[in-house]
């Protein structure tokens, strides 16, 4: 379960480090060199984004990544397979980023039984009803598998409990209002506030996304979240590379915000 990537994390001194890469960007072959490169250089887990044609939570980087790998004809049953290898060869812990029409379409029982399969540990889908999660979550747990669940900065204290008290695995902290993306940093002192009530609601780990995109983020957010997630900037970081250049690019990024993780 994630929980435990957060319990050594907090072991060791440190926030936990969840990279997020677009299934199939720039190619297959690529996106697996990339993954093992963000294990190497201390990823803890990584948040694989399955391509979507209408990605409402993504910004112009992700969304230009899920039109990459759209042109592969990459969809969920290609990025299961690429999960199952990617874990077989010793990878880190693996949450499915995706939107509901996909899984749907794909069949919810289905999807929960060959994530699991693929040794996923878990999947996030920003725009199912926190009201109609109940049969994904219930799916995912009977495989031992966690449902993280999106809090925002518009999130009442009521509506907030509602969701921690159902999100396993982690509490996804959205740090600002809008789409993902690096070119705008969250906003600390609301981000500060948010995070404190949330720690009076719940015991799940605190993980904080949207807009954090250097080294000076995670040592800002380190102290105050259980973990950080980053996207949009990993991608750029190697955009335009292919192959090895890409990988060694994702690393070098990477190992910068392990080093910037420790408290």
């Known amino acids: 379960?994630?929980?435990?990537?957060?319990?050594?994390?907090?072991?060791?001194?440190?926030?936990?480090?969840?990279?997020?890469?677009?299934?199939?960007?720039?190619?297959?072959?690529?996106?697996?060199?990339?993954?093992?490169?963000?294990a190497r250089a201390g990823a803890d887990a990584v948040e694989l984004g399955v391509p979507y044609g209408d990605p409402l939570a993504d910004g112009p980087t992700v969304a230009a990544a899920g039109q990459r790998a759209l042109a592969h004809d990459i969809g969920i049953a290609e990025v299961l397979a690429r999960v199952r290898r990617y874990r077989d060869a010793g990878g880190v812990p693996v949450v499915l980023f995706t939107y509901f029409n996909p899984v749907y379409q794909y069949g919810i029982e289905r999807f929960a039984r060959d994530l699991a399969l693929a040794g996923g540990s878990g999947a996030i889908v920003p725009d199912i009803a926190l009201e109609e999660s109940a049969e994904l979550a219930g799916l995912l747990a009977q495989h031992g598998m966690d449902m993280p669940l999106l809090v925002a900065p518009s999130t009442t204290r009521e509506r907030a409990r509602v969701i921690v008290a159902q999100a396993t695995g982690f509490v996804y902290v959205v740090s600002r209002m809008g789409v993902t993306g690096a070119n705008t940093a969250p906003n600390f002192d609301p981000l500060r506030a948010q995070l404190a009530m949330l720690r009076g609601l719940t015991a799940t780990p605190l993980a904080v996304g949207f807009g954090v995109s250097d080294p000076a983020h995670v040592r800002e957010v380190g102290p105050l979240a259980d973990g950080v997630i980053v996207g949009s900037a990993l991608i750029d970081a190697y955009r335009g590379a292919e192959g090895e250049e890409a990988a060694e690019r994702a690393g070098r990024f990477i190992a910068s915000l392990r080093a910037a993780s420790v408290r």
């Open 1 to 38: 379960m994630l929980g435990e990537i957060f319990d050594r994390a907090r072991r060791e001194g440190r926030s936990a480090l969840i990279p997020y890469v677009m299934a199939g960007d720039p190619d297959i072959a690529t996106c697996e060199r990339v993954l093992h490169a963000l």
